[in-house]
């Protein structure tokens, strides 16, 4: 939490964990006598009390601290669609939030997680590349990952989400180690769907929504990208005089 592999916190809550980070590891090693002892188990709680007690009023606002961050950024997930999850690199297993399954009717628990994000049929086909590229990732991760993906959702419809991964790494025994990578499920198909709006209209006439030159060499291209032994033909059509139809008829007629 301190070094903010945990996201953003109040920064009264850290600095109340920071007063009280020395009680709370003295709170669990008299814990753990009780657990261990039974000789103990009258003398410990004394000694957790004893020793907490000038400081009640902190632990209690600790406490309330950490249910209001839990409870705003569970709302803020909820409110923005976001679905969240965690990677344990060890066990090659994902644990999702329960909005996954009500979005993909799948299990929120995935074993054997990067093989099958690498083969999961919950990605369309122009998707599929980006999986086996956040499947490496979680073998091999470095830092960050951010990519956009079209899946499959619970009504069959596909639909644009953005894939947010983080690696958790640690220093065990004088080394780095990931053992977790955090990630986030963000839905983005409105924004997606807005963009492609929005590029069409550029690519068109305002008036007649014909494609303008910036579309057809767009198109052109794409078509000729599409198959390079078909052959194609492009016509071009010009009316002499035209500008006639207009000044006599109109230009709605024309």
């Known amino acids: 939490i301190m070094n903010g592999e945990c996201g953003t916190f109040n920064p009264m809550l850290l600095e109340c964990l ?19 002892k039974k000789e103990n188990v009258h003398a410990a709680p004394k000694i957790v009390q004893s020793r ?18 839990r409870k705003k950024y569970q709302l803020v997930a909820e409110d923005s669609g976001d679905i969240l999850f965690e990677y ?5 297993k994902i644990l999702f939030e329960e909005g996954f399954q009500q979005v993909f009717d799948q299990n929120i628990e995935i074993s054997n997680a990067s093989k099958a994000v ?12 980006t999986a086996k590229e956040i499947s490496d990732f979680m073998v091999n991760p470095t ?9 499959q959702t619970a009504d069959g419809q596909y639909a644009w989400f953005e894939v947010y991964l983080q690696a958790i790494w640690e220093i065990i025994d004088n080394r780095e180690v990931c053992e977790h990578i955090m990630g986030r499920l963000s839905n983005i198909n409105d924004l ?27 198109k052109a291209e794409e078509l000729l990208a599409e198959d390079s032994k078909v052959s194609r033909v492009c ?16 230009h709605l007629a024309g």
Not at 18 to 36: C, F, N, P, R, T
Not at 58 to 69: F, H, Q
């Open 88 to 92: 344990n690199v060890a066990e090659d």
């Open 235 to 250: 016509f071009f059509i010009d009316v002499d005089n035209f500008k006639e139809i207009n000044d006599t008829f109109g």
């Open 192 to 218: 997606k769907r807005e963009a492609v709006q929005w590029q069409e209209k550029a690519l068109r006439d305002g008036l007649t929504g014909l494609y303008n030159s910036v579309g057809c060499r767009q």
């Open 18 to 36: 920071e007063e009280m980070k020395g009680l709370l590891k003295q709170a669990y090693d008299s814990g753990a006598l009780i657990m261990d």
């Open 52 to 69: 907490v007690k000038p400081h009640e009023d902190n632990a209690a606002r600790l406490i309330r601290l950490l249910r209001d961050e």
């Open 118 to 129: 690498a083969e999961s049929n919950l990605f369309a086909s122009e998707s599929q590349e």
């Open 143 to 151: 830092q960050v990952l951010r990519r956009q993906v079209r899946m």
